[in-house]
């Protein structure tokens, strides 16, 4: 099988992979369908109110996230994940019945926002440490990268099947088709051949194990530096659910069809970035640094677009550079992290990308409100170009490295594994 999907030779990811391509199509869609609720339904063009549904649905990880993470390094994963992702599908499920029933009102959304937090908070680390035990260690970058394109090729679907259904139905039958799509990851669990799994060695129940995966991060500076990185790009810059509806709806003044475009269009970039990931067998702290960097120059350019077309447009390198961001970044946490630890280490990047949601996305919005959309994307791009700067200076400096060579020569010796051994 062709190197870029070698993946797909195992039958279980197979099944997980698709099951996971029908229900991210479902998310795309109520993520649109959610933030569209709230601007144009139960506010009038509130960016804060959409900041905060965005920052409930991710504050349970923060509290959460190292006891979910300890808890997929205890149980069965995929019995784990049956339950999260039933939960999340009937919270889509009941958010979908009362808007179309007409009894939504917004601490409705708020409530389901938190409520699928929680169920998320459990899911997640579990769900990026499960695809170890699919595949095998030697598969994981190339499974890792087919996640992503999986992911983005129904970013490229979802959105705008979401913007097509709320014009012609209205929000409702976006959340109902959200809770069926989970029925296809459920379904995908429970078809897999548990012989054919690799599983870790369950961790038993003892003192200190969450404080035992801190301390085991602290003394890995490669994986501090991913932490801090995706802590603040993940913050102030990847909150394309607000800034891409207000600009759509405050900047160029248009439905929910033109809004629903700029989330597939910002896919062609993350599925290309997606692809050219799946034929690496190797990652270097340099794609993690450079994507940062990359990403908050095209965000920079993206918003300053005068017109909906160009600015559409600019979404492209920026779908690009964030997928690359957060590939290496994901790859790089699975691949050197003790298998004994990697539910903890997982939970704790989870909680670092998703937990500054909280505070990043009511900020955003208010920003937003206030100031302009345009000014919102500005803070993410000026925000990521630096923490990449002294990202890419307190690496070189920990590898004696001068930074003319670093961009002269993508040298072996930038290889997260030349990194990992200065932690030892």
């Known amino acids: 099988m062709n190197s870029m999907f070698r993946a797909l030779r195992v039958r279980n990811y197979r099944l997980w992979v698709t099951g996971a391509l029908v229900s991210n199509i479902g998310t795309w869609m109520q993520r649109v369908a959610q933030d569209w609720l709230v601007l144009t339904v139960l506010t009038n063009n509130s960016g804060t109110a959409a900041g905060i549904v965005t920052g409930l649905q991710f504050l349970p990880i923060v509290f959460l996230g190292p006891y979910a993470g300890l808890l997929g390094d205890r149980v ?8 999260t992702q039933t939960c999340m599908g009937f919270c889509a499920l009941l958010l979908g019945i009362l808007v179309v029933t007409g009894s939504v009102q917004l601490w409705h959304v708020y409530v389901l926002a938190l409520l699928l937090g929680v169920a998320s908070a459990f899911d ?3 769900r990026q440490a499960f695809v170890s035990e699919v ?13 992503s394109a999986s992911f ?20 409702g039958p976006a959340f ?6 989970f029925a296809a990851v459920i379904l995908s669990l429970w078809r897999m051949r548990a012989h054919e799994l690799v599983p870790t060695v369950h961790v038993p129940r003892a003192k200190g194990q969450i404080r035992e995966g801190l301390v085991y991060i602290r003394q890995r500076p490669d994986l501090l530096m991913i932490m801090v990185l995706v ?14 509806a207000l600009m759509a709806t405050t ?11 700029l989330g597939s269009v910002m896919a062609v ?12 067998k190797t990652m270097r702290m340099l794609y993690i640094v450079g994507g940062a960097l990359a990403f908050g120059v095209t965000v920079a350019i993206a918003a300053f677009m005068p017109s909906f077309a160009l600015y559409a447009l600019a979404l492209i390198p920026v779908g690009l550079a964030s997928l690359t961001f957060m590939n290496a970044c994901n790859t790089t946490v699975q691949l050197t992290t003790d298998a004994a630890m990697r539910g903890r280490v997982l939970a704790v990047y989870m909680v670092v990308l998703q937990g500054g949601t909280p505070i990043g996305a009511p900020l955003v919005g208010w920003i937003a409100t206030e100031f302009g959309a345009r000014w919102s994307l500005g803070l993410g791009a000026v925000v990521a170009v630096l923490a990449a700067l002294i990202a890419l200076v307190m690496m070189n400096r920990r590898n004696n490295v001068r930074l003319r060579d670093q961009f002269r020569s993508m040298r072996p010796s930038f290889m997260v594994q030349g990194l990992h051994r200065t932690a030892g």
């Open 76 to 83: 069965n994963k995929r019995k784990l994940l049956l339950v």
């Open 124 to 126: 997640a680390p579990s």
């Open 135 to 147: 595949v095998g260690k030697e598969d994981v970058p190339n499974a890792v990268a087919l996640n």
């Open 152 to 171: 983005n090729l129904a970013r490229l679907a979802g959105p705008g099947v979401a913007g097509l259904v709320i014009a012609l139905v209205g929000t």
């Open 176 to 181: 109902l088709i959200n809770a069926a799509s």
């Open 231 to 244: 802590f603040v790009v993940g913050t102030f810059g990847m909150n394309f659910q607000i800034t891409n």
């Open 251 to 261: 900047v160029f003044h248009l439905g929910p069809g033109e809004y629903g475009l």
């Open 269 to 280: 970039g993350t599925l290309v970035a997606a692809l050219l990931a799946a034929r690496r």
